[in-house]
């Protein structure tokens, strides 16, 4: 079992719509989540981060976190061409202080293709 | 400038050749990390620093060295390469000092790497 499983994709989505990512963690004492976003080619880019149980929303993005069913799911409202990319899920693994701190479990990441 | 660089951004070489891949940043972070990306499996770390004095490795360690110069630069190392460490390398830095964004990475434009 991967640390860090995602949908490999694509995930096409019409534009004007809602894309919905998930992403699943084994570690239970994970202690802050990620999304990066990665255009074809390029470097990630961090697009949201969350700690805490529930929704944070930013702008067109929706993280949301269930830390009892190691879940946590982004959403992106009103999808436009501009966010085809594939979309990265990344957890701290350890608490902090200890020697995990910092290092970060990517998953494989998500291909999401908005069509016009 | 960009505020993480790296060295060459593509590089191909033949089996055995010993190549550096280097990365520099000017955001005064501490903290520093190599990671390859391969299709399907995300990003994966190889090595970390926390510090000038301070080197880990990380998940797939195996086959790199890296040296950490000075605060700003930190450089891997293939001693001798292989066609299956053929990848895209990723050098990224994150701040210490900001414990909600301690593990928010910033990414080089990353390294194409082909062994053949």
């Known amino acids: 079992q991967k640390e860090v499983e995602q949908n490999s994709g694509p995930l096409s989505v019409p534009e004007g719509a809602i894309a919905s990512l998930n992403c699943t963690y084994s570690?239970?004492?994970?202690?802050?989540f990620f999304w990066y976003r990665q255009y074809s080619g390029k470097s990630p880019e961090l697009i949201m981060s969350?700690?805490?149980?529930g929704d944070k929303e930013d702008g067109r993005f929706t993280a949301q976190l269930n830390k009892a069913s190691q879940y946590v799911s982004l959403l992106i409202r009103d999808s436009q061409p501009s966010d085809s990319a594939t979309y990265l899920c990344?957890?701290?693994?350890?608490?902090?202080?200890?020697?995990?701190?910092?290092?970060?479990?990517f998953g494989a990441g998500t291909q999401v293709v908005v069509t016009p | 400038d960009a505020d993480v660089t790296q060295t060459p951004r593509n590089r191909i070489t033949k089996t055995g050749k010993r190549i550096m891949l280097e990365c520099s940043q000017t955001?005064?972070?501490?903290?520093m990390y190599w990671y390859r990306q391969d299709p399907g499996l995300g990003l994966r770390l190889i090595y970390y620093?926390?510090?000038?004095?301070?080197?880990n490795k990380g998940e797939i360690s195996d086959g790199y060295s890296v040296s950490r110069q000075a605060q700003a630069k930190f450089s891997l190392s293939l001693e001798s390469a292989i066609p299956n460490q053929t990848a895209l390398y990723f050098c990224?830095?994150?701040?210490?000092?900001?414990?909600?964004?301690?593990?928010?990475?910033?990414f080089g434009a990353g390294s194409r790497l082909t062994v053949l």
């Open positions: 990224a830095t994150s701040d210490p000092l900001n414990r909600a964004g301690a593990n928010v990475l910033t």
């Open positions: 570690d239970r004492v994970s202690q802050s």
């Open positions: 969350i700690y805490s149980n």
């Open positions: 990344a957890v701290n693994k350890g608490r902090v202080q200890t020697d995990s701190w910092g290092k970060l479990q």
């Open positions: 955001k005064g972070h501490d903290r």
């Open positions: 620093s926390f510090d000038v004095k301070d080197i």
